[in-house]
């Protein structure tokens, strides 16, 4: 791949680029990279690195090549109700759209109806990893995996452990035992094993991954946690996903419930580690951040839902001053798009409304601090993609186009812009785009979607 680059290196600071070349083996891993390659150099490059004849796709002006976005939470089983629901708060939302709507998915068929057009959708919106939920239910999360599987994404994908009737709700979308929810959840891990890694795959670094999912601490009984933590901590390499301080109502419900902070149930229980990903995060204390920065666990920003469901605004600036991993998730349907371009925006519309707040309008610039300040775009990005992969534990294989990682990638497309500073395409890009203008979605070297892409 020759042309334009926009690549993450750290929370402040990303590579543009003009003339990169990026070397992609056959089984769609990064062999090497050059940049600043004009058109005379460019043989000779190839000569150099024993590879004369290699294909080489030509970037177009006003394309760059980028890494692609990594949904670090999402629900699969809620597209159907995605836009739906506005002006209603988190447990009255769950417990009158929500909860409803996942039921449908105990039916497999409609499941096979429904997954796949989800998987496209986010793949559409240049999503390369995405951290499914889907339901309560075995069969329909295994089609999800296999749907995911077969339209080449990279996914995360778990079924919700959720044994415990939320407060308010009397619907029967529970699991009728903690036994019978670790059984499915066994269940539903070697389904992902027999599908990934396939034949072609790198079993180090496979499409699919199994994550362990309670939905929430409220969802889960005593006893289910128990059993969770049992599976958690004899298979240390699993994903976890969970939801946690999202709601003030929400966190008053598990102070009543568990008697000690939100963090520390999920702590008490052994499920908060490295590959711990945690939604929402909004109303943390010190203790709780101090804690999940010594566990190493993720916070996945979900700013569109936060808003949407006037959940609040999560301190995302304090919580990187303080060393914590943060990615971006789309959470749909408490986010209404489940584009990653409108994660960013809100993300940052999220950190300009903490630093109108508290920070005001003429005191200084502290240099290295995030908080109550407006993120900078290489903040965005980084959040949208290494961030995500870190907070993934995934970061030696994605999140970046570099030497070593795979080739999950777009190509932007801003032809018919005029812009020809890639600095400022790539803020056109974040702040003004949308799905028309990501040409190429590549996952493991493999054109998966994108504009170009005829399935
Ligand atoms: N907390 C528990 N379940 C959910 C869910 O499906 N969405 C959101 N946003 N929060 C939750
Ligand atoms: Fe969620």
């Known amino acids: 791949y020759w042309g334009s680059l926009i690549n993450p290196k750290t929370l402040t600071c990303y590579d543009a680029c003009p003339n990169s070349l990026i070397a992609v083996s056959s089984v769609g891993n990064i062999l090497w990279t050059a940049h600043d390659v004009g058109p005379s150099q460019l043989s000779h490059i190839l000569v150099q690195h024993g590879c004369p004849d290699a294909h080489i796709v030509r970037l177009n002006e006003g394309q760059f090549l980028m890494p692609g976005f990594i949904d670090t939470h999402t629900h699969a089983a809620q597209v159907p109700i995605v836009g739906t629901g506005y002006g209603l708060e988190l447990l009255k939302w769950l417990n009158e759209l929500v909860f409803p ?34 339901s309560l239910h075995l069969e329909a999360t295994n089609v999800l995996a296999t749907a995911a599987h077969s339209l080449g994404q990279r ?18 979308y529970i699991e009728c035992s903690a036994a019978v929810s670790i059984e499915h959840t066994h269940a539903f891990i070697h389904h992902v094993h027999s ?23 409220l969802s889960c009984s005593d006893d289910l946690l128990k059993r969770l933590q049992h599976v958690a901590t004899s298979h240390p390499h699993l994903h976890i996903q969970t939801h946690i301080s999202e709601n003030p109502k929400e966190v008053e419900e598990v102070k009543k419930r568990f008697g000690c902070d939100y963090a520390e149930v999920y702590n008490k229980y052994g499920l908060l580690r490295h590959n711990t ?15 999940i920065v010594e566990k190493k666990a993720g916070v996945s920003h979900c700013p569109i839902s936060n808003f949407n469901l006037k959940s609040g605004v999560a301190p995302i600036g304090k919580y990187l001053d303080r060393g914590v991993k943060v ?30 707040q508290n920070n005001p309008s003429d005191a200084p610039e502290q240099e290295n601090k995030f908080a109550n300040q407006q993120l900078p775009i290489a903040t965005l990005l980084y959040l ?24 999950d990638a777009l190509i932007v497309d801003l032809h018919h812009e005029a812009v020809s500073d890639l600095k400022e395409m790539l803020g056109r890009f974040i702040f003004a785009g949308d799905n028309r203008n990501i040409s190429a979605v590549y996952v493991q070297g493999k054109l998966v979607g994108g504009t170009s892409h005829c399935a």
């Open 155 to 172: 996914a995360l994908i778990g079924k919700c452990n959720m044994d415990k009737h939320t407060p308010g709700d009397e619907s029967d």
């Open 384 to 407: 949208a993609t290494l961030g995500g992969a870190e907070v993934c534990a995934l970061e030696h294989h994605i999140g970046s186009l570099d030497r070593g990682k795979s080739f």
């Open 195 to 217: 599908l990934s890694p396939g034949p072609s795959e790198d079993p180090k670094n496979p499409l699919i991954y199994p994550i362990l999912t309670p939905r929430f601490a």
């Open 101 to 134: 709507c996942e039921t449908k998915f105990k039916d497999k068929e409609y499941a096979e109806e429904v997954y796949p057009l989800v998987v496209k959708r986010f793949i559409a919106s240049g999503t390369t990893t995405c951290c499914y939920y889907g």
């Open 277 to 291: 990903i945690l939604g929402h995060a909004v109303y943390l204390n010190d203790k709780e951040i101090d804690l």
């Open 327 to 356: 990615g971006l998730g789309t959470d749909v349907s408490g986010g209404f798009s489940s584009s990653m371009l409108d994660a960013m925006r809100d993300a940052s519309i999220a950190s300009t409304v903490l630093a109108l």
